[in-house]
């Protein structure tokens, strides 16, 4: 398996940056073979050093350069639409970093045209389905030993948020991690979506709502409930607790060096999320190179993508609303079956 | 303090039973003066080897029996309202149990009766809020350190419920701890109430809805979800996460022997509330012994026995509609300002 | 059970003040019947409230005080041999809190004088016994589930030593309490002992030897180690690991508070051994109260407190020697059989 | 970056496979060049699927075969000499899996060649140096903030010892990896040696000394203790506590997963040094890769290696003896200064 996948990345950002490392450095089997952002400086910023790797403005032109196999979109979501659409025409893969598409609508169109297709192509970019704690307790989920899974209590936590973040944002960017998580936990579609709205923090910008408390319905029963926090100021916790018939199982309390002094003992907490989910990034981009090299597609796929939006939506609604807000899903197509 | 404070027990069974023994045995400072139970063979069996003791059928007479200084209601909830209000006339202080009277109705009358009286008689067994844990979470939270409280997440788990437990009974007799906690913890009064249903576990009897996610909203705007599980299967849990604008704290996962074997790494949970909440009953007692006698009344009181009452029963309305349901409130008596 | 057990307490300072108050206000069936110490002002201030008490400079006038049916010791070691002596020659149940006597020769002589008396007066003060983790510990190594124990790992750290603490106290002051609690945990007698000395910490005062590690060899073959720091600076810390032939337990990190902020996940530790083990004093004494009103001695006795200053004795010669000592014990009288 | 670093791989067996893979399918920038193992069916059975790959019986065959760039030692320990010194005369860089040559005396030799060569050739494979936790762990210690190192307190527990494990083998195999992690951890080296045998489990093999307690004293005065347990049965368990003049610090026991059942709460323990260390051995291989294809050598070299032989065979002639052992280094090459 010596012959390098040649990999165009979209997007050359802080998570486009990252991935361009990751591909050069960490990730076995793969190279970078094109880079495209609008800013060309900030492409050929991100693979200097690298050889045999043309930057490009357009992502069209990224997909059409020599030596590109398959293509990584870590561009801005507005843009992932169509750079899917063109993948899809070239018969690309592709790891599209999530939001697949942002409206639901949109990520329809993709999920269209890969059913045209006929063969899957696109992985999204739900790392959470490859960190080690979730994986665990995916397997212990799956294994039955706990019985049937009844409720999902989850944390997340952010130190502070990025300016311009919007209420809406809490439940569509930030929740959209447990959305997926809980439908892959679970292996339930959600139904149905409240969303609660406690004081907000003093530590939050003027008029962000903000903590919110987010609650999901599964078409199994199961309830799932989310504290979306994201000026918490003290860390960047990930938490989630599956409670089930027969026991109950708790991930994102990782305790590794603690310290004891004169003000007690004491364990560090993840500040950011790249701090925290650094390996599930590397065994995601690992396992799509993995796949692609081997012409499968094993991760997440489209129908992940557009359930995820279309559940965001709904949460939106039920942010503004006040109210319960029904989920409303297209009949899966059977190749996602 | 040599002489001792004469109790009265009312009520024989297994809860008073035990504080027979704690009078008896545990606590300094008291005896048992007199027992009633309608069963006297109950009662008699419980102060066996007890001296300078009378055993009653009813309560009013054990009220009566020389020696006599105190009450201790450790009766079925339908028959507090008569012994608090015949304590209340013989000017004798008393601790409760939980809950104060079943219906707030009858807890507003108690109330009336102690605000003719002019002044506080009578304290309710609310036992977390001598937990070593929950006053290191109030201490907490009183402190400030934290900054003002957003949300508790808090968890009730039992092994298995009594014979004849309702669904309402999740509501009005668990959740009602969790409910005198949040008031107490946040120095707020709750005003409504909102009950979802996740699938029932299989392991609960058949009707029960079990579990429950209870959603209290709070006066000062912060959000308080309990999830209650009385057949959970396996143990008794009571943990409580306090999220403040400045840091969280969680009590409840306590730790002390730690086994590691062939099967991993090992610790026990509780089994039971008496196991788990000993050191809170002895020290409730204690506490109550040492103010009667220095003629005080210091712990929760009749509004807090009130307000409980009202919380739980808009509960159980919200359980039974499916949607939110306000609390409403008579004004607070100057005596329990 | 309501006629009080009178108790004399010899000593007034820190300890015996603390038992005075505990005797009266916490533990169930006694009162303080009479206390002694040289500084009687500072005896009738330990006893300020209590009713029908009598204050002595001498110890044995308090032992002949009008009420006084046990003793408890709480005076400086140099004075338990005699207080021991002539509890002894008025047949006085004691509690003696440790060390027993602080020479073997003088335990022996008690050991002498109370195997002539033919009968057990004498509980000396081991109030780990009455941890409730210890308890738990010793449970579940006496239920054989981990098999036979081959060593214990043994931490003892407090914050700082109080004066005219010296290198040879570190080994029979502070290490005798794990000189008891590994006989009773293991129940085999500690035949030898090691003392190493790392380079002292430049927080301890200038000449002490701080902190020290102590190793003892069994009867049965287990290794026991014990770290003692005294000057650690950050917290009282007790722990105790048991490796077994199927397992290991660890005692000792009890978490109960954990609060989170922008310095990370954080917990209490506590920095005063009343603090840590005010349960244990509480259930000691309690539990003697109770034998002695039953007319019996059920905790830790006379060889026990012989073999530990034994042992300890052992244990400053070879921090002075640096070498290995074996420990020689009289035989075992059956009396403690 | 993208022509890859060819390395030869000595040794086909358990550990000379898992590095073939890591090299072809986990870490980035390198490619399996050569194999080679006297059973050269188990060699090319490690390199199926491979393309350019040689395969051979020996050694310096490998070393010469084309494309070759650099040499990863897995081959038994007594192959490691020769191996060694072929590379540096061809001077290819060399990651040597520990022990480095396991009598200190061969050690000197390699030292001595690399001495004469002028410049730094090879790296010893003591991967703990890029395990997570203690890379926190140093960090910690090197920042100063606990102040000075006075103890370690490591534990080291397999769950079963393979077969033909002797006594010597606890102290110069498996304790191999505390003396490189003690010395690294202190910046300090071992001064002397003293081993302890407790009665050994009735769970390992007929006449194996298992387990021991291995205590090391350092140049600055510190002391480290080691209990090795090779047969323990209950897991794989590597666990150290830096005790310091300001503080206390653990690592090892890691808690992701917590599982609660009818059996109480539970945590897994990782059975294989594989599963506990396997992302220290992909950061060690990819550290080494990077270093290498930069024309540096970064990680513990021929001096640590020496000196932890030297340190190792001081130790089993401590357990032989039952004394303290003086551990004697010759003076320190400036090369490794």
Chains 1, 2, 3, 4 share one sequence.
Request: one cysteine or more; hydrophobic letters at 45%.
């Amino acid at each position: 398996m010596s012959d390098l996948l040649g990999v165009a990345v979209l997007g050359a950002g802080h998570m486009g940056a990252d991935h361009v490392r990751r591909l050069d450095r960490v990730v076995s089997g793969a190279r970078v073979a094109a880079v495209a952002d609008p800013d060309t400086g900030r492409a050929a910023e991100a693979v200097a050093g690298i050889d045999d790797v043309s930057v490009h403005a357009e992502a069209a032109a990224a997909l059409d350069a020599p030596g590109v196999e398959a293509v990584l979109i870590a561009s801005p979501g507005p843009a992932h639409e169509e750079a899917l659409l063109e993948a899809f025409a070239r018969g690309l893969p592709v790891l599209c970093e999530k939001p697949l598409v942002p409206e639901s609508a949109g990520a329809l169109r993709v999920m269209e045209a890969e059913v045209r297709l006929g063969r899957r192509l696109a992985q999204v970019g739900f790392m959470r389905r490859y960190d080690a704690e979730y994986l665990r307790l995916k397997s212990l989920l799956d294994g039955g030993r706990l019985g049937r899974p009844l409720m999902l209590h989850c944390t997340h936590r952010n130190v502070s948020s990025p300016p311009d973040f919007t209420s809406a944002m809490l439940v569509n960017s930030s929740v959209s991690h447990e959305i997926d998580a809980a439908r892959w936990l679970l292996g339930q579609e959600l139904t149905a979506v409240t969303v609660l709205r406690p004081r907000s923090s003093s530590s939050a910008p003027e008029g962000l709502i903000d903590p919110q408390f987010v609650l999901f319905e599964t078409a199994g029963g199961a309830l799932v409930d989310v504290e979306v926090f994201v000026n918490c100021g003290f860390g960047y916790q990930v938490a989630c607790e599956a409670v089930c018939e027969a026991g109950s199982a708790r991930i994102g309390d990782e305790r590794s060096l603690a310290v004891t002094t004169v003000d007690g003992r004491h364990e560090e907490v993840a500040r950011d999320y790249l701090v925290r989910f650094a390996d599930a990034y590397d065994r995601e981009v690992q396992a799509w190179v993995d796949a692609t090299r081997a012409g499968r597609v094993t991760g997440p796929g489209v129908w992940d993508g557009y359930a995820a939006s279309a559940v965001a939506e709904a949460g939106v609604r039920a942010l503004e609303s006040g109210g319960r807000v029904a989920v409303e899903l297209v009949p899966r197509p059977d190749l996602y079956a």
